[in-house]
């Protein structure tokens, strides 16, 4: 599957933005999808996860309660809905699919097809 980002931008602290990964193929629904980012000289870190069908989401603490997740499977799209941003959510923005197989994983090493990032800047 090729998976291709975009939404990207800059934005105001508070500002909302919104990610959107298109992806290629008729499978779409058997991925696992995630959002990962990665700031200057920092680790890749995970961002928020969804279930092959949009059941189950995960997100990492740093997020949670002002970034959404979603999918529609039938457009093969993830989108990644960015409120109340801060100056620390500043970073490259990438979408992940993960193999058919196991529980949706929440590790960067467990994904395998990756899209080409996206820029996220939030200024003070």
């Known amino acids: 599957v090729q998976l291709q980002a975009s939404g990207g931008g800059l934005v105001q602290a508070g500002g909302s933005l919104r990610l959107s990964c298109a992806a290629s193929g008729r499978t779409f629904s058997v991925y696992d999808m995630g959002w990962f980012r990665q700031a200057p000289g920092k680790e890749r870190e995970f961002v928020a996860a969804i279930s092959r069908s949009g059941g189950s989401t995960y997100y990492a603490d740093s997020v949670k309660g002002r970034f959404t997740i979603s999918r529609d499977n039938a457009q093969n799209t993830v989108a990644l809905q960015m409120n109340r941003l801060k100056p620390e959510d500043t970073a490259v923005y990438y979408c992940?699919?993960?193999?058919?197989?196991?529980?949706?994983?929440?590790?960067?090493?467990?994904?395998?097809?990756w899209g080409q990032g996206t820029q996220v800047t939030v200024s003070s």
């Open positions: 992940a699919a993960d193999r058919p197989g196991g529980a949706t994983p929440l590790r960067s090493d467990e994904y395998d097809y």
